[in-house]
């Protein structure tokens, strides 16, 4: 069911498909309708989103005010990120129950499946960016050579973590290895646990 070649070429396909009709949260390109990419493609619209929103902060010219709304902007869609990159594991992990996968008592894997496709779907947005950077046609001299220079890092890297992703995969079902959800339990958009909410008078926070 995992394939890092159908993850990755679903981030890429998603990435290009959203920079030509970014209105369109997902199509019929990226999940193709089938229940696992869909997972992995909406994982991907929440990093696609936050990259580009992180953009925003950086803004010549941007008040305190806007800056104000963007950072609650990331902090919003960065919990969508990391809730829906759970999600990932958990779906995985309910289709290996009924193979009674993972092994307990196999060694444990210290990254999860989801979290390995989290970063390659950041991954795929350097490349797509830095692609876009040494195709620039009004770019300085130089800017091309080192943006090449950059994309061939980022494609090995991204050639390696998929292949650790399928080296983990494949360990898990032949009972060799396993993996557990690792919840991230964010603290700073929960009123009950950040002091910088909780500790504020309600009416200031009102006001």
């Avoid at 696992?36 to 909406?42: E, G, S, T």
């Avoid at 969508?80 to 307990?104: G, I, K, S």
Wanted: charged share 30%; glycine share 4%.
């Amino acid at each position: 069911m995992l394939s890092s070649k159908e993850i990755v070429d679903l981030h890429d396909r998603c990435t290009w498909h959203w920079h030509v009709s970014p209105e369109d949260p997902l199509s019929p390109a990226c999940g193709e309708g089938n229940d696992w990419l869909d997972r992995v493609a909406h994982q991907h619209r929440a990093n696609f989103d936050l990259w580009h929103i992180e953009d925003e902060a950086r803004t010549p010219g941007a008040t305190d005010a806007d800056l104000a709304t963007v950072k609650r902007r990331i902090d919003s869609t960065n919990q969508l990120r990391n809730d829906l990159a759970e999600d990932l594991d958990r779906f995985l992990l309910a289709r290996l129950a009924p193979q009674h996968l993972p092994d307990p008592g196999a060694p444990l894997h210290s990254e999860s499946p989801g979290l390995i496709i989290d970063r390659l779907s950041i991954l795929a947005l350097k490349i797509y960016h830095t692609r876009e950077e040494a195709e620039r046609h009004d770019a300085p001299a130089g800017h091309e050579e080192r943006n090449r220079s950059r994309l061939a890092i980022l494609e090995e890297q991204r050639a390696d973590l998929a292949h650790c992703l399928d080296a983990l995969w494949r360990d898990t079902l032949a009972g060799a290895r396993r993996f557990k959800l690792y919840r991230q339990l964010k603290m700073y958009n929960d009123p009950t646990l950040n002091p910088a909410i909780y500790s504020k008078p309600q009416e200031d926070l009102d006001g």
